[in-house]
């Protein structure tokens, strides 16, 4: 059973456009976090979100939980080539455990 | 920042022969490792949680007998995979909590195993 349903799964869109990738659970977080992961490496924390609503950016990322911390959405302005990756968010249960969604490859294409 | 290590990166094993993953902790005392395992182009699952002097818990479907985790000190977790099979080729990964930190996860590199 998967707890977090991650989609798309797969985004392979232009330079310069915009895209927004979703994380949805039946479940409720204490908080939840977003990681990007390159090839071969582990995955490099983001963000965490942590309070219902709760709105965060980073340059042109921005992430936002939901009201009632059972999802979560990661917007990304402008798409560069430099943002192609696997994107995974991840649900975070009690004493730091994680609930990985099936994380979101995205290409950017130049 | 927080800085953990695993080793080795990459090991090739032939099948039938045991493998050891190490992940250390290289700033900081970590009272708790996670290990995960990653298959190609796929999300993380979560298969242990190493704890700092106790037993490990594994989560459901992970063989404890095949995936061998010690947590001898504070900096060091290892993950032994016995009697390997092609099967469990795959990329390993742990992460780390520092007592001291609340709730920040810190991960590896990772460790890719291939078994032949």
């Known amino acids: 059973t998967q707890l977090l349903e991650q989609s798309p799964q797969f985004l392979s869109i232009q330079e310069g456009e915009n895209l927004t990738v979703y994380c949805n659970s039946s479940?409720?977080?204490?908080?939840l976090q977003w990681y990007r992961q390159e090839p071969g490496e582990g995955p490099v924390l983001l963000v965490t979100v942590v309070t219902g609503g709760e709105v965060k950016k980073l340059k042109r990322l921005t992430f936002q939980f939901g009201d009632a911390r059972k999802d979560s959405s990661l917007h990304i302005t402008a798409a560069q080539p430099g943002d192609t990756g696997l994107y995974l968010c991840?649900?975070?249960?009690?004493?730091?455990?994680?609930?990985f969604g099936q994380g979101t490859r995205l290409t950017i294409n130049p | 920042g927080a800085v953990v290590s695993q080793h080795p990166s990459r090991v090739i094993c032939k099948s039938g022969t045991s493998v050891k993953i190490e992940c250390r902790s290289l700033d900081f005392q970590a009272t708790t490792m996670f290990w995960y395992r990653q298959f190609p182009k796929k999300s993380l699952m979560l298969m242990a949680t190493s704890n700092e002097g106790s037993k490990a818990t594994y989560e459901q479907g992970v063989e404890k007998d095949k995936f061998l985790i010690n947590h001898a000190s504070l900096t060091l977790s290892t993950l032994t995979v016995t009697s390997a099979h092609p099967e469990d080729s795959s990329f390993y990964i742990c992460?780390?909590?520092?007592?001291?930190?609340?709730?920040?996860?810190?991960f590896g590199e990772g460790s890719r195993l291939t078994v032949l």
């Open positions: 992460s780390a909590s520092s007592h001291a930190n609340t709730g920040e996860l810190f």
């Open positions: 479940s409720v977080f204490s908080s």
């Open positions: 991840a649900g975070v249960r009690g004493a730091q455990k994680l609930v």
